[in-house]
């Protein structure tokens, strides 16, 4: 209640944005840019790591929200009635946008030389995901704690991607020079 009363002077169609065509773009972008990075310098694993994001932290959420069973905000809360039938905790889409987000954050400051790029990539990538959390609870149609768990669990998904995208590879080329041998 307390950000709605805040925000209340902005307009709606901000705190909107992530549930339109502005989501799903923000989803799309970063994977046909990552996709078409990885296979131009055929980085498999990171192209299956990253690509495997949207699809586990749908996964996770289909497991976790019939699990905690956390009801939404009150409906008369609720700006707009996207989700009226849902579970609540955690917030799918601070989730998959902190991991998405956070690996492109990762992959600028990896691969990017120029230092204003790093910045202002990390920057908007930044503000793209607080914005997505903040409008989940503003528009009504998640608690703060929903959002919070989404970034605590984002932050331990997005630790074990980096992981992976680092070891990884040295198992592949273990592995297929094994297979050479024979």
Partial sequence: MFLQGSLSSIPLWIPM??????????????????GIFFVRRKLWVDFICVYSVPLVTFLLNCIIKPIVKRDRPPFELQITSIHPDSFSYVSSHSLVTFCLWGVVIWYINKFCKNNIVKIFGTIVSIIWILFVGVSRVWIGVHNPSDVLGAYLL????????????KNLPKYFDNWYSYLKKD
Avoid at 17 to 34: K, R, T
Avoid at 156 to 165: A, G, V, W
């Fill in 154 to 165: 984002g932050g331990i998904l997005l630790s074990l991607y980096i992981f992976l995208i």
């Fill in 17 to 34: 944005l992530p549930d339109c065509v502005l989501y799903s773009a923000m989803i799309v972008i970063p994977l046909l840019g990552f």
